[in-house]
T-cell receptor, first 114, second 114 residues
Framework: EPEVTQTPSHQVTQMGQEVILRCVPISNHLYFYWYRQILGQKVEFLVSFYNNEISEKSEIFDDQFSVERPDGSNFTLKIRSTKLEDSAMYFC????????????FGPGTRLTVL | AQSVTQLGSHVSVSEGALVLLRCNYSSSVPPYLFWYVQYPNQGLQLLLK??????LVKGINGFEAEFKKSETSFHLTKPSAHMSDAAEYFC????????????FGQGTRLTINP
């Protein structure tokens, strides 16, 4: 069964450094998402991406964050200058087409900012 | 705006007993509703979803949920708990058009006692 994959599974970085989290969505899916889950808290929406542009972003997704689909298969989340509060589990999700279709989640990348 | 409240951050039941995980939602538009399960160190897996068809929705692993508009609820049930059901369960609400931002509840950790 097709699945969403994410790399790395765990990333440790120093505050102020740039990180890129990578996701390979399910082939032929059209909608892509990033969510994050701070330890002990709820899963929060960050951004949705469709037709090579951002569809919606949350207030969390400020100028330090960016997303890209550079080669038609990978979907990346970049954090330009990490802060301690960016430490969280980041989940990528992809969805085939319409809103009735399931969002399939990857296993997540745990980001630790020191 | 949409929101989800899950009553009970921890639920403990005996093996073979009824599982009931509560979810109430708030939405200014007709919602789509979802239950996801997260096993330790894994991503989110869809259990079931309500997308305005039948109000009683059956999902994987013997789970089902009933959409009750008058009560703004979407509680998850399973007649007989199994040890393998131990996990974190998340209720989520989403829109019905286009890119579908999911808004998650806080999650309920289900423990199964032998």
């Amino acid at each position: 069964e097709p699945e969403v994959t994410q790399t790395p599974s765990h990333q440790v970085t120093q505050m102020g450094q740039e990180v890129i989290l990578r996701c390979v969505p399910i082939s032929n899916h059209l909608y892509f998402y990033w969510y994050r889950q701070i330890l002990g808290q709820k899963v929060e929406f960050l951004v949705s991406f469709y037709n090579n542009e951002i569809s919606e972003k949350s207030e969390i997704f400020d100028d330090q964050f960016s997303v890209e689909r550079p080669d038609g298969s990978n979907f990346t989340l970049k954090i330009r200058s990490t802060k301690l509060e960016d430490s969280a589990m980041y989940f990528c999700a992809s969805q085939a087409a319409g809103a009735t279709d399931t969002q399939y989640f990857g296993p997540g990348t745990r980001l630790t900012v020191l | 705006a949409q929101s989800v409240t899950q009553l009970g951050s921890h639920v403990s039941v005996s093996e073979g007993a009824l599982v009931l995980l509560r979810c109430n939602y708030s939405s200014s538009v007709p919602p789509y509703l979802f239950w996801y399960v997260q096993y330790p160190n894994q991503g989110l897996q869809l259990l079931l979803k309500y997308t305005s068809a039948a109000t009683l929705v059956k999902g994987i692993n013997g789970f089902e949920a009933e959409f009750k508009k008058s009560e703004t609820s979407f509680h998850l049930t399973k007649p007989s708990a199994h040890m393998s059901d131990a996990a974190e369960y998340f209720c989520a609400v989403g829109g019905i058009q286009g890119a579908q931002k999911l808004v998650f509840g806080q999650g309920t950790r289900l423990t199964i006692n032998p």
